[in-house]
């Protein structure tokens, strides 16, 4: 199946610093979306983004699909902004999602 | 809220029981899944529904069982689990399945198998 890797695995910030995730893709997509799970489990919608950029308040995504990669940017982070963030692919043979290993981020005072 | 509610959030077990985990999406969506979280692993999905039928079982164990009684539910049916059955179960609902289709996911459910 389709290969989701995500780097970094892990990120440490200063509150206000910002930062850029990546999502490398082995295969076409139809789909691509970036979550962020809460320390409770859930995850939460960031991005719908199979191609081009998307900007929602302080976080924005870029998706280039004809060299199979995402990125997430999150600016000005803030404590809140802690937990794993996901990137999930839909290949365009499947109907599934497969997901990365995340990058768990933490973002201290 | 993402439309897609999942109960219980939490649950202990143990290896002779037999329970049930529900999820319900309220966004007239058409395909739903469900999802394993074990520690330190990607998400790893088991079953996909779409109009009510079973289109993907990834190999999974028949101890565990789906059920789609209509396109709004989705249960996961547990009897004699193993201890490394225990992770976060998560449920998702989409459109449909195939192109131009973003998934939602519930808070999960929790299992612990004592």
């Known amino acids: 199946g389709i290969q989701v890797e995500q780097s970094p695995p892990d990120l440490i910030l200063q509150e206000g610093a910002n930062s850029t995730l990546r999502c490398n893709f082995s295969d076409s997509v139809n789909n691509l979306q970036w979550f962020h799970q809460n320390p409770w489990g859930q995850l939460i919608n960031l991005f719908y983004?199979?191609?081009g950029t998307k900007q929602n308040g302080r976080l924005s995504a870029t998706t280039v699909a004809t060299e199979r990669y995402s990125l997430l940017y999150i600016s000005s982070s803030q404590t809140t902004d802690s937990g794993v963030y996901f990137c999930?692919?839909?290949?365009?043979?499947?109907?599934?999602?497969?997901f990365g290993t995340g990058t768990s981020l933490t973002v201290i005072p | 809220e993402t439309g897609v509610t999942q109960t219980p959030r939490h649950l202990v077990m143990g290896m002779t029981n037999k329970k049930s985990l529900k999820c319900e999406q309220h966004l007239g969506h058409n395909a739903m899944y469900w999802y394993k979280q074990s520690a330190k692993k990607p998400l790893e999905l088991m079953f996909v529904y779409n109009f009510k039928e079973q289109t993907e079982n990834n190999s999974v164990p028949s101890r565990f069982s789906p059920e789609c009684p209509n396109s709004s539910h989705l249960f996961l049916h547990l009897h004699t689990l193993q201890p490394e059955d225990s992770a976060l179960y998560l449920c998702?609902?989409?459109?449909?399945?195939?192109?131009?289709?973003?998934?939602?996911f519930g808070q999960g459910t929790r299992l612990t198998v004592v």
């Open positions: 999930a692919v839909d290949p365009n043979t499947g109907n599934q999602f497969y």
């Open positions: 983004i199979p191609s």
């Open positions: 998702a609902s989409s459109r449909g399945v195939g192109r131009n289709t973003e998934a939602f």
